[in-house]
């Protein structure tokens, strides 16, 4: 028979054996670099430079369109380089998480922000033909012909 208050039943086990901690598979220090999310994450910081500076080098006839054009490109490329730093330095090896997976959703994040940042841009480039003011009898566009250059060069 058994004492007071214990039962027949074996005590569950312990689930730590089959949930083992997450691993970094991303290399740290400059061999980041020659990974393809490396390579990824310096382009984005290359490319977000470039059209950081295309769309701060024209007028801005649209502010709320370009204003969410200019907050993704500089938001992205200095969350770029964050996460770039965090490889670099090592940060991975001491911060437990599932590096591949975040690696995974900053991408994916990243390039949601981006097409949206594309399409409105490309939304502004497209109104470049409209006059500045409606009422005037000047026909003065929206952008010059230099600022529509640079539009489209934005937008690609």
């Not at 670099?33 to 295309?54: C, D, H, K, P, Y």
Request: glycine share 6%.
């Amino acid at each position: 028979m058994l004492p007071r208050g214990a039962s027949s039943m074996p005590p569950p086990p312990n689930p730590a054996p089959y949930f083992p901690p997450a691993r970094v598979t991303l290399p740290s220090g400059l061999e980041i670099l020659r990974t393809f999310s490396g390579a990824v994450i310096f382009l984005e910081i290359l490319f977000g430079t470039i059209v950081w500076i295309l769309v701060a080098s024209t007028r801005v006839p649209l502010p709320l369109l370009q204003g969410w054009v200019m907050f993704v490109a500089v938001t992205a490329w200095f969350l770029s380089i964050v996460f770039l730093s965090v490889f670099l330095f090592g940060y991975a090896n001491r911060i437990a998480l599932n590096w591949n997976q975040a690696d995974f959703i900053f991408h994916g994040a990243t390039f949601v922000f981006y097409f949206g940042a594309f399409l409105l841009q490309a939304a502004t480039t497209s109104l470049h033909h409209f006059p500045r003011k409606f009422n005037s009898t000047t026909q003065e566009g929206i952008l010059t012909g230099r600022e529509y250059n640079i539009s489209i060069a934005a937008s690609v």
